[in-house]
């Protein structure tokens, strides 16, 4: 069976990944209803189950509404006037959603402000205040 692979780490089965060809939509002359160039392409993640959990977790998230029940990423691609090239298209979307489920979110470490720049934001704030108050109308003392 042969192998494609999405990253330089990452590789799937031929079986994990189906592809159909559809109609494209919007604009196209006498073509756009006789040629199916349009891609559809189907990758089953149950099929990745040699990939890290975390790759497969990230690829879940990342992959969002494109996702079905059934755990298959659904990519369509029909920007190109070619099956091949859309196939191609749908390909490169595929491993740049594993390329980036490959990479760690960074960790946010909570961090206080600087008692300089607490000091900096009294000092704005009151001056700020003092502008605003000057623009009021001035109280009357009867």
Not at 19 to 48: H, S, Y
Request: hydrophobic content about 35%; cysteine-free; proline content about 4%.
């Amino acid at each position: 069976m042969a192998r494609i692979y999405l990253t330089s780490q990452l590789s799937v089965e031929e079986r994990a990944l189906s592809v159909r060809f559809i109609r494209a939509g919007g604009p196209g002359g006498q073509n756009v209803n006789k040629v199916e160039t349009a891609v559809q392409l189907r990758f089953d993640l149950n099929q990745a189950q040699h990939w890290p959990f975390y790759v497969r977790q990230r690829l879940k998230t990342l992959a969002g509404s494109k996702l079905t029940k059934d755990g298959e990423i659904v990519i369509t691609a029909q920007s190109a006037r070619t099956q091949e090239r859309n196939r191609q298209i749908a390909l490169e979307r595929l491993s740049q959603m594993v390329e980036a489920a490959q990479i760690a979110p960074k960790v946010r470490r909570a961090t206080r402000p600087t008692r300089a720049s607490v000091e900096r934001n009294k000092v704005a704030k009151s001056k700020r205040a003092g502008v605003k108050a000057a623009r009021s109308k001035p109280k009357d003392w009867d």
